[in-house]
């Protein structure tokens, strides 16, 4: 039959389906079309003839976004195993134009239809994004067919359905258009039954996709194919005037859009993230497309070779086992081949020993996996990427899809390289990596982060594009715009240490500026307290990473005093226990951070002023028992309150005159866990002693309530430390661990330090510290 008398070559198809794919190249090798016009925005037309390029490695996506606005985008990703991508591939390969003809992104992106744009949810044979107003047209067929599981009826229907006989796949039968011709028929059936099925901007869609197919009919007569969703078939078909599509089209809004390939992942092919034509496992159909023959076979050694990689004992024995049994669960359920149910069940029983654990992670690793894909350089990028690129290749930071950490060492020039590049790329809102926490070093010149690249940071890049054509500059101007946004003292504190973190030195004095002004008129001491740290971390990333931060030290001493003056004052304002637990979390902030400024030589003084705050706070009455134990402690670690004192304070707060409630906050801020306050009791029975007594004359209507109090910090402790506790406990008065009542205290619990003992361990620490000997 002559391309005249056929019309048009219609393939409905099912979007990053590997059947489809496989059955669209055997139509295509048979039909040889003059044209493929496929299903995708307009603007990519241009970016077609880069699908060639030795650079493009799927999944890759279109990006298309507002000029005006990047963060307004929409993405139409392809895999190797989309029937969109093989058509593609074909025409290139064939000599013969390939064309997008779907409703083009200008108007998507403006908005176009029932909410926003969704590209991704289309109307295919897998439905949209989840909506119980809308038609799945794949569950309704499979539901038909007598299958509960719409994948299961897919798998059946068309993956197991292959060109020829190879072990693994059914023998296709009516040629390479009799699968096309039959989902075609099937689609129109339910059109007439559901009309557009609740998909309302699909009308529209099909209307700009019959304009296209008129236009390449005046261009190549009948002679070209379309590639698209099957459930746009039956109105690609329908006869309508065009007068009555330009109407559907008339006077749709536009904005300006620019497009570019992105890369992709098969992560974020899968419906699980999110996409609305996604499929539940990406990386099983790339399988089945790739493997030619036995994909069975071949899965399963893959997952072998992936428990063997994770030291579990897997050999061929296991691989030839569970492909026996998948066939076997496959005969039992009437289905032709086994599919992912059946090869996951055989890989549960048989390499798995029946656990979930080892199952997840195959699910996880094969099942979806993470590969990503690239793009090539000819492939235009806003500038603010291309510098991205560029220190990506100089830094070797490669762009991957799975998590993996990094440790910087920032003694070493192109570690710290690193680490300005992704503190610069957190500022500008690109989270490509999360710092967390050191392992095996807490040093300052030591940082790991955590790296995974996701396709959205590409248009985090588009939208910082804004500020600059490099990362550097692009970083200094959003920084200099925040500062000046800044409401609050703690938005510009928090900015100045990422602007001394990522080496922005540029910025700081626009930053310093709105410091200056916020900290001038904010008579919180909260705030104030809040903010101190901030700026005392920034004064040590100076010194670490040889930012000048000097300008800091400064507004943070001006900063301490203020604290100094006003805290008395608001610690003895009637707190209640919340205030109280919030001002006592800032006291421990700000003591920090007078240590750090007194250790640069930031403020003369600062550190006897602060101590007499503590010394003010721990004697005043009218303070709150958590914050007055908290401020003894301190005071206690520090050397600047005697243990006779201590005891003094601690009986005070104990005394039959206080509150239980109050008393029980005393004991929480003196000798709350993680704060070493078990060790402190274990080691000072006289303290311990205190407390014991204090609890047993606690009236038991009270002990109620300071309960939770006492359980909370008791309950810190580590368990060697409670055990210790209970012993000296259980001991009574006078069993304590300096007590002298059997001649002599045990060693180490001695009331006194012993001095020969500690001359002992001088020379190894100056070892250590590599300190002259004295």
Sequence with gaps: MSAAARGPLLLGVRHHGPGSARAVRAALDAARPAAVLIEGPPEGDALIALAADPGMRPPVALLAHAADDPGRAAFWPLADFSPEWVAIRWAQEAGVPARFIDLPAAHSLAGVGAGEPDPDADGDVEGDAPDSVRLDPLSVLAETAGYDDPERWWEDVVEHRGTGGERGHRPASGGPLAAFEALGEAMGALREEYGDGGHARDLVREAYMRQRMRAARREFGEDYAVVCGAWHVPALRARTTAAADKALLTGLPKVKVETTWVPWTHRRLARAGGYGAGITSPGWYAHLFAARDRPVERWLTKVAGLLRDEDRQVSSAHVIEAVRLADTLAAMRGRPLPGLTETLEAVRAVMCDGSDVPL?????????????????????????????????????????????????????????????????????????????????????????????????????????????????????????????????????????????LAGLSEALPA????????????????????????????????????????????????????????????????????????????????????????????????????????????????????????????????????????????????????????????????????????????????????????????PEGAFIDVLPLLRRTFGAYEPGVKRTLGELVRRGPGGGPSAAGSGSAPAGFAPDLDPVRADAVVDLVQLLLAAPAA
């Design 511 to 698: 930053v310093l500026r709105a410091l200056a002004d916020r900290a001038a008129l904010d008579t919180d001491v909260a705030r104030l307290a809040k903010a101190l740290p901030a700026l005392a971390r920034s004064l040590r990333y100076g010194d670490v990473r040889g930012t000048d931060a000097s300008a800091l030290g400064t507004v943070a001493a001006g900063l301490a005093e203020r604290i100094c003056v006003a805290l008395p004052p608001a610690c003895a304002a009637g707190l209640d226990a919340d205030g109280a637990a919030e001002l006592r979390g800032h006291v421990d902030g700000v003591h920090g951070a007078i240590g750090l400024l007194t250790a640069a030589d930031e403020a003369d003084g600062l550190r006897e002023r602060w101590s007499a705050v503590l010394r003010t706070l721990a004697g005043r009455d009218a303070v709150p028992g958590l914050i007055r134990g908290r401020a003894a402690r301190l005071l206690l670690d520090e050397g600047r309150l005697p243990a006779e004192e201590t005891a003094r304070l601690m009986g005070l707060a104990l005394s039959p005159a206080s509150a239980p409630a109050d008393a029980a906050g005393w004991i929480e801020g003196f000798a709350g866990g993680g704060s070493g306050g078990g060790t402190l009791l274990v080691h000072d029975d006289r303290l311990l002693g205190l407390i014991d007594t204090w609890l047993v004359s606690v």
């Design 360 to 500: 997840a992670l195959i699910e996880d690793r094969l099942v979806v996996g993470d590969v990503l894909g690239e793009v090539p350089d000819a492939a235009p990028v806003v500038p603010l990427q291309r510098d991205l690129t560029r220190q990506q290749r100089s830094l070797r930071l490669k762009a991957e899809a799975q998590d993996r950490e990094l440790e910087l060492d920032l003694r070493k020039d192109t570690d710290a390289a690193k680490c300005l590049l992704l503190h610069r790329l957190r500022l500008l809102g690109i989270e490509w990596g999360t710092p967390t926490a050191s392992r095996g070093s807490t040093g300052t010149f030591r940082e790991t982060w955590r790296l995974r690249w996701e396709p959205e940071l590409s248009v985090r890049v588009a939208e910082a594009g804004i500020w600059g054509t490099t990362v550097l500059a692009a970083a200094t101007a959003k920084a200099e715009a925040d500062a000046a946004a800044a409401v609050e003292l703690g938005e510009v504190t928090a900015l100045a240490e990422r602007c001394l």
